[in-house]
Protein backbone atom coordinates (compact mmCIF):
# COMPACT_ATOMS: atom_id res chain seq x y z
CA UNK A 1 0.00 0.00 0.00
CA UNK A 2 2.91 1.96 0.98
CA UNK A 3 4.26 1.85 -2.68
CA UNK A 4 1.19 2.44 -4.46
CA UNK A 5 0.83 5.85 -2.65
CA UNK A 6 4.37 6.99 -3.08
CA UNK A 7 3.79 5.70 -7.03
CA UNK A 8 0.96 8.42 -7.03
CA UNK A 9 2.29 10.90 -4.69
CA UNK A 10 5.82 10.57 -7.94
CA UNK A 11 2.98 11.04 -10.70
CA UNK A 12 1.64 14.14 -8.67
CA UNK A 13 5.33 15.73 -8.52
CA UNK A 14 5.62 14.70 -12.51
CA UNK A 15 2.41 16.41 -13.13
CA UNK A 16 3.35 19.32 -11.06
CA UNK A 17 6.84 19.73 -13.19
CA UNK A 18 4.96 19.47 -16.41
CA UNK A 19 2.31 22.07 -14.88
CA UNK A 20 5.32 24.25 -13.85
CA UNK A 21 7.21 24.26 -17.15
CA UNK A 22 4.04 24.95 -19.56
CA UNK A 23 2.72 27.95 -16.78
CA UNK A 24 5.91 29.83 -18.17
CA UNK A 25 4.68 29.20 -21.56
CA UNK A 26 0.66 29.28 -21.13
CA UNK A 27 -1.58 30.33 -19.04
CA UNK A 28 -4.59 27.79 -18.47
CA UNK A 29 -7.77 28.89 -16.70
CA UNK A 30 -10.42 25.95 -15.72
CA UNK A 31 -14.02 27.23 -14.56
CA UNK A 32 -16.98 25.78 -13.25
CA UNK A 33 -19.88 28.76 -13.33
CA UNK A 34 -23.54 28.61 -13.23
CA UNK A 35 -26.71 30.13 -11.67
CA UNK A 36 -27.20 29.02 -8.00
CA UNK A 37 -31.22 28.19 -6.97
CA UNK A 38 -31.50 31.98 -5.28
CA UNK A 39 -30.46 33.62 -8.19
CA UNK A 40 -26.87 34.15 -7.74
CA UNK A 41 -24.30 33.47 -9.98
CA UNK A 42 -21.07 31.63 -8.63
CA UNK A 43 -17.72 30.68 -9.84
CA UNK A 44 -14.40 28.27 -9.49
CA UNK A 45 -11.89 28.32 -11.16
CA UNK A 46 -7.86 26.54 -11.28
CA UNK A 47 -5.59 28.86 -12.72
CA UNK A 48 -1.82 27.97 -13.50
CA UNK A 49 0.41 30.67 -14.41
CA UNK A 50 3.58 31.65 -14.49
CA UNK A 51 4.99 28.92 -12.03
CA UNK A 52 2.31 28.99 -9.57
CA UNK A 53 -1.31 27.04 -9.33
CA UNK A 54 -4.49 28.91 -7.90
CA UNK A 55 -7.98 28.05 -6.47
CA UNK A 56 -10.91 30.75 -6.96
CA UNK A 57 -14.15 31.39 -5.97
CA UNK A 58 -16.66 34.15 -6.58
CA UNK A 59 -20.44 34.84 -5.93
CA UNK A 60 -22.22 37.70 -7.66
CA UNK A 61 -25.60 39.25 -6.29
CA UNK A 62 -28.37 39.16 -8.58
CA UNK A 63 -29.04 43.17 -8.04
CA UNK A 64 -24.88 43.18 -9.16
CA UNK A 65 -24.62 41.37 -12.51
CA UNK A 66 -28.03 42.88 -13.29
CA UNK A 67 -26.55 46.18 -13.52
CA UNK A 68 -25.63 47.84 -16.77
CA UNK A 69 -21.96 47.59 -15.53
CA UNK A 70 -21.57 44.35 -14.98
CA UNK A 71 -20.65 41.60 -18.05
CA UNK A 72 -21.68 38.72 -15.64
CA UNK A 73 -25.29 37.61 -17.40
CA UNK A 74 -23.40 37.08 -20.12
CA UNK A 75 -21.34 34.61 -18.58
CA UNK A 76 -21.73 30.92 -20.12
CA UNK A 77 -22.79 28.00 -17.50
CA UNK A 78 -21.05 25.02 -17.14
CA UNK A 79 -17.21 24.19 -17.80
CA UNK A 80 -15.33 27.06 -19.72
CA UNK A 81 -11.81 26.13 -20.13
CA UNK A 82 -9.57 29.16 -21.63
CA UNK A 83 -5.77 29.41 -22.86
CA UNK A 84 -3.89 32.64 -23.51
CA UNK A 85 -0.21 34.21 -22.93
CA UNK A 86 1.52 35.00 -19.94
CA UNK A 87 1.55 38.65 -18.75
CA UNK A 88 5.69 39.39 -17.91
CA UNK A 89 5.25 41.36 -15.25
CA UNK A 90 7.43 43.53 -13.01
CA UNK A 91 7.97 41.67 -9.75
CA UNK A 92 10.69 44.45 -8.20
CA UNK A 93 9.46 45.32 -4.83
CA UNK A 94 7.15 42.82 -4.48
CA UNK A 95 6.29 41.09 -1.26
CA UNK A 96 9.05 38.10 -0.51
CA UNK A 97 5.69 35.67 -0.58
CA UNK A 98 4.45 36.97 -3.64
CA UNK A 99 8.12 35.93 -5.54
CA UNK A 100 7.84 32.52 -4.43
CA UNK A 101 5.00 32.14 -6.00
CA UNK A 102 2.56 32.14 -2.96
CA UNK A 103 -0.57 34.97 -2.70
CA UNK A 104 -3.56 35.22 -1.10
CA UNK A 105 -6.55 37.36 -1.72
CA UNK A 106 -10.01 38.13 -0.45
CA UNK A 107 -12.75 40.59 -1.87
CA UNK A 108 -15.88 41.58 -1.33
CA UNK A 109 -18.99 44.44 -1.75
CA UNK A 110 -21.66 43.41 0.63
CA UNK A 111 -25.09 42.56 -1.29
CA UNK A 112 -22.71 42.40 -4.67
CA UNK A 113 -20.11 39.67 -4.79
CA UNK A 114 -17.71 38.14 -2.49
CA UNK A 115 -14.25 36.84 -3.80
CA UNK A 116 -11.24 34.80 -3.03
CA UNK A 117 -8.01 33.14 -4.17
CA UNK A 118 -5.44 31.03 -2.68
CA UNK A 119 -2.49 30.62 -5.35
CA UNK A 120 0.70 27.79 -4.55
CA UNK A 121 3.93 27.44 -6.30
CA UNK A 122 4.45 24.37 -8.08
CA UNK A 123 8.16 24.12 -6.53
CA UNK A 124 6.43 23.83 -3.26
CA UNK A 125 3.85 21.04 -5.12
CA UNK A 126 6.96 18.85 -6.10
CA UNK A 127 9.09 19.37 -2.65
CA UNK A 128 5.93 17.92 -0.87
CA UNK A 129 4.64 15.29 -3.49
CA UNK A 130 8.73 14.10 -3.46
CA UNK A 131 8.89 13.33 0.63
CA UNK A 132 7.02 10.11 0.53
CA UNK A 133 8.66 8.83 -2.63
CA UNK A 134 11.88 9.93 -0.80
CA UNK A 135 10.90 8.07 2.68
CA UNK A 136 9.54 4.82 1.08
CA UNK A 137 13.18 4.78 -0.77
CA UNK A 138 15.41 5.37 2.35
CA UNK A 139 13.45 2.60 4.03
CA UNK A 140 13.49 0.35 1.40
CA UNK A 141 17.13 0.69 1.33
CA UNK A 142 17.60 0.10 4.99
CA UNK A 143 15.66 -2.91 4.81
CA UNK A 144 18.06 -4.68 1.84
CA UNK A 145 21.27 -3.66 4.21
CA UNK A 146 19.72 -5.02 7.59
CA UNK A 147 19.14 -8.32 5.31
CA UNK A 148 22.51 -8.22 4.01
CA UNK A 149 21.56 -7.82 0.13
CA UNK A 150 22.99 -4.28 -0.67
CA UNK A 151 22.73 -2.65 -3.93
CA UNK A 152 26.17 -0.77 -3.52
CA UNK A 153 29.09 -2.38 -4.93
CA UNK A 154 31.30 -3.88 -3.01
CA UNK A 155 34.92 -5.93 -3.67
CA UNK A 156 33.32 -8.74 -2.88
CA UNK A 157 30.13 -8.82 -4.11
CA UNK A 158 32.38 -8.34 -7.84
CA UNK A 159 34.27 -11.52 -7.13
CA UNK A 160 31.23 -13.38 -6.06
CA UNK A 161 29.43 -12.31 -9.47
CA UNK A 162 32.41 -13.26 -11.04
CA UNK A 163 32.86 -16.54 -9.64
CA UNK A 164 29.11 -17.64 -9.81
CA UNK A 165 28.05 -20.82 -12.04
CA UNK A 166 26.96 -19.70 -15.35
CA UNK A 167 23.09 -20.71 -16.15
CA UNK A 168 22.50 -24.03 -17.33
Known sequence: MVLVISAMSALIGA???AGWVRSYWIVDQTRVQGW???GDFARWWLKSDRGSIGVGYASFAKSFYLSPYSAVADYPNGFVWQ?????VGDDEGAAVYKRLGMDWN???M???YHTW???????LIMVLASLLPAKWFVARR?????????????PTSA?????????A
Do not use: C, H, I, M
Open 15 to 17: AAL
Open 36 to 38: KTD
Open 83 to 87: TWKPQ
Open 106 to 108: SDA
Open 110 to 112: PGA
Open 117 to 123: TVQFPYW
Open 142 to 154: RDRRLVGFDLAPS
Open 159 to 167: ASAANAAPP
